[in-house]
Nanobody
């Protein structure tokens, strides 16, 4: 079973930057897709960015041009570089991985990002 552990969240002022990390227990090279989602209080979980195993990326419109998803296969780690942060980016950010021929899904526990105005 794949385990995911996020880190890197925190409190930042508007316009600041953070880099989130998601360390996986397995070889991410074999994962079908990995991604970042976020959930703000009282709101549904939403997709932030995804990265397929062939390098294709997808971003939510609200983060395009500000966030960058990447991975380091040697470290089995997924990253999310977040620049020009805005108060509306405040949420718990969760890492997700889809793996196996049956497309199993794993979630991390989340890391809190708070952007002060």
């Amino acid at each position: 079973q794949v385990q995911l552990v996020e880190s890197g969240g925190g409190l930042v002022q508007t316009g600041g930057s953070l880099r989130l990390s998601c360390a996986a227990s397995g070889s991410i090279f074999s994962f079908n897709t990995m991604g970042w989602y976020r959930q703000a209080p009282g709101k549904q979980r939403e997709l932030v960015a995804t990265l397929t195993n062939n390098g294709r990326t997808n971003y939510a419109e609200s983060v395009k041009g500000r966030f960058t998803i990447s991975r380091d296969n040697a470290k089995n780690t997924l990253y999310l570089q977040m620049n020009s942060l805005q108060p509306e980016d405040t949420a718990v950010y969760l890492c997700n991985a889809a793996y196996g021929s049956s497309w199993y899904y794993a979630w991390g526990q989340g890391t809190q990002v708070t952007v002060s105005s």
